[in-house]
T-cell receptor, first 113, second 112 residues
Framework: ELKVEQNPLFLSMQEGKNYTIYCNYS?????LYWYRQDPGKSLESLFV?????AVKQEGRLMASLDTKARLSTLHITAAVHDLSATYFCAVDHGSSNTGKLIFGQGTTLQVKP | NAGVTQTPKFQVLKTGQSMTLQCAQDMNHEYMSWYRQDPGMGLRLIHY???????DQGEVPNGYNVSRSTTEDFPLRLLSAAPSQTSVYFC???????????FGPGTRLTVL
């Protein structure tokens, strides 16, 4: 059974600081997705990582995928208040690309001025 | 494009009642899915479909039915509502091969 674990689950940080969110998963998969959710809102796609070594960057966020270690990271550079949200990683379940995504628990990021 | 739409936005049911949550997309996506989101538990997959006429169970399918008669629509039916089904329900769709899922705005369901 595929399990996806994120850590930390809650992160409070000062503006201007750097930090990394980790996403570990338990079985083989080469597709990983990062989403953002603002309070009371729906999920917004941030990154799609489709192969080992994939790296994507958008603004102050950078995501990477290491399929051998079964690990993805979401790195935040010089955090700003607007990045406050909950971040989810999700892993494609199985090699047949059925479209079943298993989500991590989410990491709630609070950026303080 | 309207993207993924869901109705209703809010719903209150009594235990034992049945209802259907509606989901539609206008992006011609093959894949559609239903998730529920509960505090501290992320999103859990209820049912999914890889095309019209094809559905399958996700992680937590009990108490829910789905059907997919068209590419555009994927309704979720609660057979006999229970308080444990109080949750926020999201519908999502994607092109199957890439699988970047686009989420609807959600339905907040309370079962008394």
């Amino acid at each position: 059974e595929l399990k996806v674990e994120q850590n930390p689950l809650f992160l409070s940080m000062q503006e201007g600081k750097n930090y990394t969110i980790y996403c570990n998963y338990s079985t083989t998969s080469d597709r990983l997705y990062w989403y953002r959710q603002d309070p009371g809102k729906s999920l917004e796609s941030l990154f799609v990582l489709l192969s080992n070594g994939a790296v994507k960057q958008e603004g102050r966020l950078m995501a990477s995928l290491d399929t051998k270690a079964r690990l993805s990271t979401l790195h935040i550079t010089a955090a700003v208040h607007d990045l406050s949200a909950t971040y989810f990683c999700a892993v494609d379940h199985g090699s047949s690309n059925t479209g079943k995504l298993i989500f991590g628990q989410g990491t709630t990021l609070q950026v303080k001025p | 494009n309207a993207g993924v739409t869901q109705t209703p936005k809010f719903q209150v049911l009594k235990t034992g009642q049945s209802m259907t949550l509606q989901c539609a997309q206008d992006m011609n996506h093959e894949y559609m899915s239903w998730y529920r989101q509960d505090p501290g538990m992320g999103l859990r997959l209820i049912h999914y479909s890889v095309g019209a006429g094809i559905t399958d169970q996700g992680e937590v399918p009990n108490g829910y039915n789905v059907s997919r008669s068209t590419t555009e629509d994927f309704p979720l039916r609660l057979l006999s509502a229970a308080p444990s089904q109080t949750s926020v329900y999201f519908c999502a769709s994607s092109y199957l091969r890439v699988n970047e899922q686009f989420f609807g705005p959600g339905t907040r369901l309370t079962v008394l």
